[in-house]
């Protein structure tokens, strides 16, 4: 993993857990409020998982981390190429951006 070292608080979070998913909003789709809170809210009730969440809406970023989930990690760009060529993640949820 030394070639991950910029991503290092990524890599912290993910030793930290058995297995992760990765859930991302790109450009096109953003969540409501409601949906993203009930997203996060799920996310508090699996255990041994980790979920990194990638949102760029700045009001959803700033909610979301005064949850104090320990379980996520919420950013605003997530480096999915190289997240996904780690063992532990296990799954990706994604909004499927079209052409």
């Given at each position: 993993?030394?070639?991950?070292?910029?991503?290092?608080?990524?890599?912290?979070?993910?030793?930290?857990?058995?297995?992760?998913?990765?859930?991302?909003?790109?450009?096109?789709?953003?969540?409501?409020?409601?949906?993203?809170?009930?997203?996060?809210?799920?996310t508090r009730k699996v255990d041994y998982t980790g979920f990194?969440?990638?949102?760029?809406?700045?009001?959803?970023?700033?909610?979301?981390?005064?949850?104090?989930?320990?379980?996520?990690?919420?950013?605003?760009?997530?480096?999915?190429?190289?997240?996904?060529?780690?063992?532990?993640?296990?799954?990706?949820?994604?909004?499927?951006?079209?052409?």
């Open positions: 993993m030394e070639g991950f070292q910029k991503f290092k608080d990524y890599i912290d979070f993910i030793e930290k857990w058995e297995n992760v998913v990765l859930i991302s909003f790109g450009t096109t789709y953003q969540p409501t409020h409601s949906q993203f809170m009930n997203l996060l809210e799920a990194i969440v990638s949102i760029e809406n700045e009001k959803l970023l700033k909610d979301a981390s005064a949850l104090g989930l320990t379980n996520t990690l919420i950013k605003s760009y997530v480096p999915q190429k190289e997240l996904l060529a780690l063992s532990k993640v296990k799954l990706i949820v994604t909004h499927c951006e079209g052409p």
